[in-house]
């Protein structure tokens, strides 16, 4: 049987969310022998067979899908529904809308994409790298207990909250230490106002000690660095997935994350601890920028917001769990990780996505 030709509209060898997604998928594909998969060329002299469309680094709404060709939009707005012009084209141009999460598929629909068009097709984790088997990363700290964020430092992730939740729970006299592992090179999440509290927090010398990360770890070193680590901390306002709350729980450090959103569809109280989360529903009607100096027209924004307090009151109390309760979460959530979330099953259910697309006859 021939192989169908599926090009990928997006990087899929870059270092930013989107392309290492795409490279799993891309892998995973070409393993089969199904697919022949190429990187899209709107100059190319014949046209593939399917198209995938996962680029942030484009205009989503200027982009025009070769015609005739069966393809897929995958798109993240992770502030609420989904901007008005994404949900026409969808509906228009593209067959398939993929959406990481059952919230993101909750805010297409709100936004008008068309119901029929919409799949969850989740991330993924590789359990031969993310298991709590494994060399651990070698902190600068001779403290007991260790707090980890990992991820962006901006309004988005919640890190300012993280910030002064930590003020607020520690000082210098406990026996605890937060690292935060971002990379300031990453053009999608920078945010000055958080990197000067950061630096406020570091220079106060009545503060619990904090470790700045900074630099793209590979996943080897990455994994290494969530078994080095107790507990996990993820404070978000808005996600679409939140890949290392899942690669921390197959490493086997259980996180704080919000009752609310993305994580909802890996996160249990066996496997993480809750803290408090209050939804925020705004109308908005107005241009936002949705991606690297993109606007476009959103008319609502909808995320959570966690309590400074709240967050605090959560951090002492996994710092006080006993090693037994966490141990219990620890092996809960690598259950959950290796069980139902590897990377070979994600590109399960990206085949079975495909294998449903077909040439339009009139329309997709």
Not at 20 to 28: D, I
Not at 112 to 120: A, C
Not at 318 to 336: F, I, K, L, P, Q
Request: proline share 6%; glycine share 6%; hydrophobic share 40%.
């Amino acid at each position: 049987m021939r192989q169908r030709v599926l090009a990928f509209q997006g990087s899929r060898t870059g270092r930013s969310a989107f392309a290492l997604v795409n490279a799993r998928w891309s892998a995973g594909l070409s393993a089969t022998g199904e697919y022949s998969i190429i990187d899209y060329d709107s100059g190319a002299p014949t046209r593939p067979d399917l198209l995938i469309h996962h680029d942030f680094e484009s205009h989503f709404s200027a982009f025009q899908p070769p015609q005739g060709t069966p393809s897929v939009a995958v798109r993240t707005w992770d502030f609420g529904p989904l901007p008005r012009a994404w949900a026409d084209t969808i509906n228009a141009e593209y067959g398939q809308y993929w959406a990481h999460t059952q919230w993101i598929a909750q805010q297409a629909r709100a936004a008008g994409v068309d119901p029929e068009r919409i799949r969850v097709v989740p991330h993924g984790i590789d359990p031969q790298v993310f298991s709590p088997e494994g060399p651990r990363y070698d902190l600068p700290t001779k403290r007991k207990l260790a707090f980890l964020f990992v991820g962006g430092m901006s309004f988005r992730k919640g890190t300012d909250t993280l910030l002064a939740a930590w003020r607020k729970a520690f000082t210098a006299s406990d026996d605890v230490v937060l690292v935060l592992k971002d990379h300031s090179k990453d053009l999608f999440y920078w945010d000055d106002t958080v990197r000067r509290a950061l630096a406020a927090l570091e220079a106060d010398p009545g503060a619990a000690e904090v470790i700045h990360i900074d630099g793209f770890l590979p996943e080897q070193e990455l994994a290494a660095l969530y078994r080095a680590c107790d507990v996990a901390v993820f404070p978000y306002r808005a996600e679409g997935f939140c890949i290392p709350i899942l690669e921390c729980m197959a490493s086997g450090t259980p996180a704080i994350v919000p009752r609310f959103g993305a994580c909802l569809d890996f996160c249990s109280e066996e496997t993480s601890y809750f803290t408090e989360a209050k939804r925020i529903r705004i109308p908005v009607h107005r241009r936002l920028t949705v991606a690297l100096g993109f606007t476009d027209e959103v008319d609502e924004v909808d995320f959570c917001e966690v309590p400074i307090d709240a967050l605090a009151d959560r951090l002492r109390e996994a710092a006080s769990d006993s090693e037994r309760a966490r141990a219990e979460r620890s092996a809960a959530g690598v259950r959950v990780a290796h069980d139902q979330f590897t990377w070979d099953q994600a590109v399960g259910v990206v085949r079975r996505c495909l294998a449903e697309l077909r040439p339009p006859t009139g329309r997709i």
